[in-house]
């Protein structure tokens, strides 16, 4: 497993990006996103389990979309109406942890290397 993550840039408050990850290797029960901004812990983002349920962190529900292209086992997250506090580097993350844990970083065994997200105002 080697998750690499792509789709990170520059982009003014209000507008979209797209972020990829691929590499996953084989089946996990939940794969995810996180970011981390300057100065702060890794944070949830969304997530997809079990392979239907999706959870969104309440900062980024409605405006973030995420989806899993299980013939390319890739990820995907859709980021729209971006604003200034969504600038941070983004993981991609993959692992088998139970539901209550699926926003906790530390279950996450693989992760991506991180893609720059900046959004300026």
């Known amino acids: 497993v080697q998750l690499q993550a792509s789709g990170g840039g520059l982009v003014q408050a209000g507008g979209s990006l797209r972020l990829t990850c691929a590499g996953f290797g084989r089946t996990f029960r939940s794969y995810g996103w996180f970011r981390q901004a300057p100065g702060k812990e890794r944070v949830f983002v969304a997530a997809?389990?079990?392979?239907?349920?999706?959870y969104y962190s309440d900062s980024v529900k409605g405006r973030f979309t995420l989806s899993r292209d299980k013939a390319k086992n890739t990820l995907t997250l859709e980021m729209n109406k971006l604003k200034p506090e969504d600038t941070a580097v983004y993981y991609c993350?993959?692992?088998?942890?139970?539901?209550?844990?699926?926003?906790?970083?530390?279950?996450?065994?693989?992760w991506g290397q991180g893609t720059q997200v900046t959004v300026s105002s």
């Open positions: 993350a993959a692992g088998d942890p139970i539901l209550s844990a699926v926003s906790a970083p530390e279950i996450y065994r693989y």
């Open positions: 997809v389990f079990d392979s239907a349920r999706r």
